[in-house]
């Protein structure tokens, strides 16, 4: 069975694509069939696996005006157990011209119909925004993951966010869950920890907080501009650590 995670936060700079990277390449490593999906217009899962987004020839804005199925655009391999259907600029043309379709919030939903089989997990890169591609995206989910900075205007955001979930789920997609909250940019201060404790007291009955933060550190931004992952060149950090026992954590709950 496939479940399909969107990774989703209107606020812009939560590590969201950082973290469709790093939970989908454990996910890979732990023997799972992965698909990435961008659904950001700024191509950043594509350039954080080294391809120039801007020169790919199709990407996944082909795929929800209809002039191509996802199965053409998925780019293979592109890691171990792991594959890519990316985006880039011409992506935000498209958010305007889906506007103007039929059945505009359920484009992706039937587009993943024909390939959802082929995975176990398909995780969804969310734009900076509760528009149309991520009103998409929690159409075609099963669960929502929220990246959270440890930042006390983060939790205002989140809960903005709970809100369009519960909508959704009233309105379209009865099974969409919360699959939790990540703290991600998470310095070692006491502000910080307060807004974990806070998350944690204020949601931590109805929703998963995670227990492992991922802490701030330059060699993600590092490990982005080679094309790369964590995995590969700082293995050993406390962020790569954290992302891979989130990974098994998700997978615990998969049933």
């Known amino acids: 069975m496939s ?25 890979a490593e732990l023997e799972r069939k992965v698909l990435l999906i961008d659904l950001d217009p700024q191509g950043h899962l594509a350039e954080g696996f080294g391809l120039v987004s801007d020169q790919l020839e199709a990407e996944i804005s082909d795929v929800l005006e209809g002039s191509k199925t996802i199965s053409e655009i998925i780019i293979p391999a592109i ?45 969804l890169d969310c734009p900076p925004s509760l528009g149309l591609l991520t009103v998409n995206a929690l159409i075609a989910a099963d ?34 869950a919360i699959q939790g909250i990540i703290h991600t940019h998470h310095k070692r201060t006491i502000h910080a920890r307060e807004v974990v404790q806070r998350t944690k007291d204020e949601l931590g009955e109805q929703i998963r907080v995670f227990e492992l933060p991922i802490n701030d550190s330059t060699r993600f931004a590092e490990a982005a501009g080679q094309g790369k992952t964590v995995f590969e060149t700082a293995p050993d950090i406390e962020g790569a650590g954290a992302y891979r026992a989130i990974a098994k954590e998700i997978l615990c709950h998969e049933h």
Not at 6 to 11: D, F, I, T
Not at 97 to 118: C, P
């Open 3 to 27: 479940h399909v995670i969107a990774v989703a936060n209107q606020k812009g700079g939560v590590a969201k694509t950082t973290t469709v990277i790093h939970i989908g390449a454990a996910l």
């Open 79 to 123: 890691r171990y157990n792991l594959d890519l259907a990316p985006s880039n600029i011409r992506l935000s043309d498209m958010e305007l011209t889906l506007v103007n379709l039929r059945f505009r919030e359920y484009k992706l939903k039937r587009a993943l119909e024909s390939v959802i089989d082929h995975y176990d997990y398909i995780l």
């Open 143 to 176: 669960s929502v993951l929220i990246p959270m900075a440890s930042e006390y205007y983060s939790m205002l955001g989140v809960s903005l966010l709970i809100n369009t979930i519960n909508t959704i789920r009233r309105e379209a997609n009865p099974n969409l």
